[in-house]
């Protein structure tokens, strides 16, 4: 069925705003790992977070540098407009989106064999839903091969729900955080970042699966030959 014009619009703001804390998240990540010394000396309070991601410095560049990309590339991938008047940028976007999303979900999954601040909760939310976005994608992939528009579209909407959900995750542990603050209480991130993952994950999961559904053999904004 058509979608709901208003809904559409909510679904967008909240897409664009998980992308910008995506890009704004990877930002900062970058610039502790790349200038250690300022983030040192301005004391950051999330020094001891900071110094597990500076041991693996290489691997976690690896991971949110592509990511930064999948977060702005993403968004445009679905927009009917530009796939429509411009369908080589729609082609070239969705090959970047596709090579970034491989790098981050390998290095993505490489990180969390190595250790995680949650432990085995949140590293079992990782490898459960980072091998589904990679799969997501692959199935993307094929079906966009194979010329089937509609499920190429869904598998993506699956795939890039999964990638916004590491940005999602940001606010819930923030919440997190607070609530222990308002409780006078330390907080301890190993306690909840494993819930915070698997709560941003299936969150995210659930709600591109409900969209799917809803929007599903509504007529594509651009004919096959448009998305070749």
């Known amino acids: 069925m058509p979608p709901d014009r208003?809904?559409?619009?909510?679904?967008w703001i909240v897409v664009i705003l998980l992308a910008v804390i995506g890009v704004a998240v990877g930002t900062r990540r970058a610039m502790v790992l790349l200038y250690p010394r300022q983030s040192v000396a301005a004391k950051n309070p999330a020094a001891s977070l900071d110094a597990r991601f500076a041991d693996h410095r290489a691997l976690t560049l690896t991971h949110i540098l592509p990511g930064m990309l999948f977060m702005v590339l993403g968004p445009l991938q679905f927009m009917s407009r530009l796939r429509t008047r411009c369908p080589r940028f729609h082609r070239w976007n969705?090959?970047?989106?596709?090579?970034?999303?491989?790098?981050?979900?390998?290095?993505?999954?490489?990180?969390?064999?190595?250790g995680t601040i949650g432990g085995w909760d949140e590293r079992a939310a990782?490898?459960?839903f980072g091998?589904?976005?990679?799969?997501?994608?692959a199935k993307a992939f094929q079906h966009v091969l194979r010329r089937n528009f509609a499920s190429h579209r869904e598998w993506m909407i699956r795939g890039y729900a999964i990638g916004l959900a590491v940005a999602a995750i940001r606010p819930i542990m923030g919440t997190f955080f607070a609530a222990a603050a308002l409780r006078g209480q330390t907080p301890q991130p190993q306690h909840f970042f494993g819930m915070a993952f698997w709560i941003g994950f299936v969150l995210a999961a659930?709600?591109?699966?409900?969209?799917?559904?809803?929007?599903?053999?509504?007529?594509?904004?651009?004919?096959?030959?448009?998305?070749?």
């Open 131 to 137: 091998s589904f976005f990679l799969f997501a994608l």
């Open 206 to 228: 659930s709600t591109a699966e409900v969209w799917i559904r809803y929007t599903r053999n509504r007529p594509l904004e651009a004919s096959p030959a448009a998305l070749r």
């Open 94 to 114: 969705g090959r970047t989106f596709l090579l970034a999303s491989l790098v981050l979900g390998v290095a993505g999954l490489a990180m969390a064999a190595g």
């Open 6 to 11: 208003t809904l559409s619009r909510c679904l």
């Open 126 to 128: 990782i490898f459960v």
